[in-house]
């Protein structure tokens, strides 16, 4: 099983650059530092759930969305 911190920077980064955002753009409507985003997506950050919750707000999905493994 992969680790969870992966799955949640691929899922982020994918939904971010379907919806044609920047980590910056992301960052400012989850009203999170761009660094953090950029952080998580590079899994050098373990973001809290309110972190994740804010994010997927933003992204207009869930937490459990962007928690759940694609790859396979």
């Known amino acids: 099983m992969e680790d969870v ?3 949640l920077a691929r899922n982020i ?3 971010r650059s379907l919806l044609g955002w920047s980590q ?4 400012a409507r989850a009203e999170i530092d761009r660094t ?6 590079r899994r050098v950050r373990n973001p809290t759930i309110t972190v994740v919750a804010k ?4 992204l207009g999905t869930t937490t459990a969305d962007l928690l759940t493994d ?3």
């Open 55 to 58: 994010v997927a707000k933003a």
């Open 36 to 41: 953090y985003i950029s952080g998580v997506e």
């Open 13 to 15: 980064k994918a939904a």
């Open 5 to 7: 911190c992966a799955i």
């Open 24 to 27: 910056e753009e992301l960052a």
């Open 70 to 72: 694609r790859s396979n």
